[in-house]
Structure formats: structure tokens, C-alpha cells
Nanobody, 119 residues
Framework: QVQLVESGGGLVQAGGSLRLSCAAS????????MGWYRQARGNQRELVAG???????IYADSVKGRFTISRDIGKNTVALQMNSLKPEDTAVYYC?????????????WGQGTQVTVSS
């Protein structure tokens, strides 16, 4: 079993910054993709940023130039640096990973961390 544990959410004023972190733990697993999703109240969950082995990244258009995703493969961690935050970035942010254990690959999710940006 693999667990993803997030940290770093909170309340910040518009224009401020936050850094989210996520650590994967378990045994005998490998990760091919790690990413951050968010779900605002009344909205569907959406991909914010993702990073694959080889460090190729993908960002939602709404966060390009403001958010940066990074990963430490050796430590199985992923971070999301969020700068120039806007009230519309307010949401619950979830860490996700595509994890292979044995011959099976599936997505795992963290419990979510609240990010609130005040105007």
C-alpha cells in the first residue's frame, strides 16, 4: 500500500505565495507521474501541474508562469511552488501519483489540503 501525505496549505492574501509538498511512502513501488489537482467548491477536480519521469512538466493555462512543480525522485516527493496567488486559486489541492507495484499501476491520491486566497 502506498500513501501520499500533503502539507503546506493555508490562508494567504492575493499576490502572496505558498508551497505545497507531498511525500509518497510504502514499499516496493515506483512512480511514473506525480501531480497536483485542485477542486474548488462547486467545480470539478482539475489538473494544476504534473511532472513525469524525465522531468517533463504540464501546467494548466491558468497557472502558467505563476506555479512551479518540482520532484525529488529519490525521496518520492513532489512540491508545488505557488506565487502571485489569486482568489480564484482557492481550492482543495490534492497530490496524485501513478504508482506501480509489481505488475499493477494505479493512481493514488492524497487527502487534500485547503488553499484559501483572500482578496
Amino acid at each position: 500500500q502506498v500513501q501520499l501525505v500533503e502539507s503546506g496549505g493555508g490562508l494567504v492574501q492575493a499576490g502572496g505565495s505558498l508551497r505545497l509538498s507531498c511525500a509518497a511512502s510504502g514499499s516496493a513501488f515506483s512512480i511514473s507521474f506525480m501531480g497536483w489537482y485542485r477542486q474548488a467548491r462547486g467545480n470539478q477536480r482539475e489538473l494544476v501541474a504534473g511532472i513525469r519521469n524525465g522531468d517533463s512538466t504540464i501546467y494548466a493555462d491558468s497557472v502558467k508562469g505563476r506555479f512551479t512543480i518540482s520532484r525529488d525522485i529519490g525521496k518520492n516527493t513532489v512540491a508545488l511552488q505557488m506565487n502571485s496567488l489569486k482568489p480564484e486559486d482557492t481550492a482543495v489541492y490534492y497530490c496524485a501519483a501513478d504508482v506501480t507495484t509489481g505488475v499493477n499501476t494505479r493512481a493514488y491520491w492524497g487527502q487534500g489540503t485547503q488553499v484559501t486566497v483572500s482578496s
